[in-house]
């Protein structure tokens, strides 16, 4: 497994942007697929987004499609959330994970989360 910690999460008002980070651990990191999800109060967690292995192909879902860009550095170890018009719906806990190779996007490690917060 990767240990993964997210970051960058905070206060934002209605329009504003934001960017989030995920730092995983290991030297494997170019073969995880990466995943973004979100929990908000109340609410169950959901897909924002995920990416492959290399960082060529991404997908998002309709809420955030357009407004969100995941990107990812193997290089580094790291995979990137902007946010960019954002919404008071998008308040939620954000997670980033990792799949499970060879079973590719069924994502077993999770960060921690990082609280985002859209003011109205």
């Known amino acids: 497994q990767v240990q993964l910690v997210e970051s960058g999460g905070g206060l934002v008002q209605t329009g504003g942007s934001l960017r989030l980070s995920c730092a995983a651990s290991g030297r494997t990191f170019s073969m995880y697929a990466m995943g973004w999800f979100r929990q908000a109060p109340g609410k169950e967690r959901e897909f924002v987004g995920r990416?492959?292995?290399?960082?060529?192909?991404?997908r998002y879902s309709d809420s955030v499609k357009g407004r969100f860009t995941i990107s990812k550095d193997n290089a580094k170890n790291m995979v990137y959330l902007q946010m960019n018009s954002l919404q008071p719906e998008d308040t939620a806990v954000y997670y980033c994970a990792a799949d499970s190779p060879p079973r590719r996007y069924e994502f077993t490690s999770w960060g921690q989360g990082t609280q985002v917060t859209v003011s109205s």
């Open positions: 990416i492959d292995r290399i960082g060529g192909s991404t």
